[in-house]
């Protein structure tokens, strides 16, 4: 079965892969998933459970028949989805959702959550204040570089 | 005021002091020979936000954070993407530090079959090499005789005895080892021995190690927000020669560790998509 909303592989992913791996951290993450692809769904959430090691959902997406194809998807544990201010109820039942991650090497039909694109466009990007902290810190010590430097 | 009076009020100022304390009633702030133990307590989480530190959120070495340092001072990858340059620091420290000082066994183990991980089969828990450098919470309870080390990961807990013991001589070996500490200083020292063979660290050490391994980990606290561990790793079996690596946590005492109630065996997932 070809999902419908299953959208694209995108190839290598971003500067996030950094932060992927960590995230799977109870098993390994390249034994699980490939972290060189994206894939998009785009589906209805059916559950959400917010737990420990990882949080999962399960999205319902309908392929070009409308036959529908339940797809996991797993998140970072409950307690860093809290650091990041989620709650049991960030996610709903019923939500319309386009989610990417990367999928599972043996092409189930499971991905490692990277992104959310809500109903009204809203985004949540896993790690997203992390990697912009780090972005932060590495034009401070550009600049410390530089105003250290001598002029030319 | 009476002698006796004058005796009982420092007794009488210090248990005051000590039930405003912050730490549990049982919990220690000496040793047993009344030199005052670093505070480590409290929970600990993943790096602070730097480049540097989020190398070193699983592990790394000072060769690979030598190396990262160089890429970020470099105005040449100013623009370049932090998960390219984290890569290279990674494939550096493999090839410069990990790799020569593997044994021929050791190597023959490296890489793991990452489809043969044993957490990911079986939802089996890690080992104490593993597990020491586990990403996410660790809450340190210090007490006189014993340190708690409890991680979020696999929600393991391991105790290390202050107490002056040494390892039983008939102590059988486990994942977790048998661990014993001391203080020096500002530093927590913890040696664990009689530790069963399993899987090193993830992304660092990507081979197995012995029943011979043994793990010299030293606990400071710099600054009241960081907590930072090196660790001596020594494995006749696997390594050449011992090799260290370091771990640093953030403090963040909003946190808490939960259940670890949703692993699901991938064997178990395997046997049924095979039954249908």
């Known amino acids: 079965m070809k999902p419908k909303h299953l959208v694209s592989f995108v190839g290598a992913v971003i500067a996030a892969a950094a932060l992927a791996a960590p995230a799977a951290a109870h098993h390994s993450f390249a034994a699980v998933f490939d972290g060189s692809k994206t894939v998009t769904l785009d589906g209805t959430v059916k559950e959400f459970r917010f737990v420990n090691p990882h949080a999962l959902a399960t999205i319902d997406v309908a392929d070009d028949k409308g036959v529908v194809q339940q797809w996991t998807v797993e998140f970072d544990g409950r307690l860093n989805l809290t650091n990041f201010g989620w709650t049991d109820a960030t996610i709903r039942p019923g939500e319309r959702v386009k989610i990417s991650g990367n999928p599972e090497r043996t092409g189930a039909p499971r991905i490692f959550f990277s992104k959310i694109v809500r109903a009204d466009g809203t985004e949540l990007v896993r790690g997203g204040d992390r990697l912009n902290a780090i972005e932060e810190d590495r034009r401070l010590r550009a600049a410390q570089r530089a105003a250290a430097s001598p002029a030319k | 005021m009476t002698r006796f009076a004058m005796r009982l009020l420092p007794v009488l100022l210090a248990l005051g002091l000590s039930a ?31 480049a540097l530190d989020q190398f070193c959120f699983m592990a790394c070495t000072e060769t690979g954070l030598k190396h990262l340092a160089a890429l970020l001072d470099d105005p040449a990858n100013d623009a370049k993407p932090y998960g390219d340059l984290s890569r290279d620091a990674l494939q550096h420290q493999t090839d410069d530090y990990m790799r020569p000082h593997m044994t021929e066994a050791g190597l023959a183990t490296w890489p793991l079959d990452p489809f043969a991980d044993r957490g990911y089969l079986y939802c089996e828990p890690w080992g104490v090499v593993r597990q020491a450098f ?14 708690d080390l409890h991680y979020g990961e696999w929600d393991a807990h391991r105790t290390v005895h202050l107490d002056g013991r040494s390892a039983p001589s008939d102590q059988a070996h486990t994942p977790l080892g048998y661990s014993i500490g001391h203080y020096e200083g500002d530093t927590l020292v913890v040696e664990t021995t009689r530790v069963t063979e399993g899987d090193g660290t993830l992304q660092v050490w990507d081979g197995r190690h012995s029943d011979q391994v043994t793990l010299i980990e030293r606990y400071r606290r710099p600054t009241p927000e960081r907590l930072e561990l090196t660790a001596t790793l020594t494995d006749p079996w696997a390594l050449r020669e011992p090799i260290e690596l370091k771990k640093v946590w953030r403090f963040a005492p909003d946190q808490e560790i939960g259940p670890y109630d949703s692993c699901e065996p991938a064997a178990a997932q395997a046997s049924e998509g095979k039954a249908k």
């Open chain 2, 20 to 50: 405003c304390g912050s730490r549990p009633p049982e919990a220690a702030s000496t040793t047993a020979n009344a030199v005052p133990a670093p505070d480590l307590a409290g929970m600990w989480s993943d790096p602070p936000r730097t």
């Open chain 2, 134 to 147: 586990a990403p996410h919470q660790l809450e340190i309870k210090q007490y006189a005789d014993h340190v």
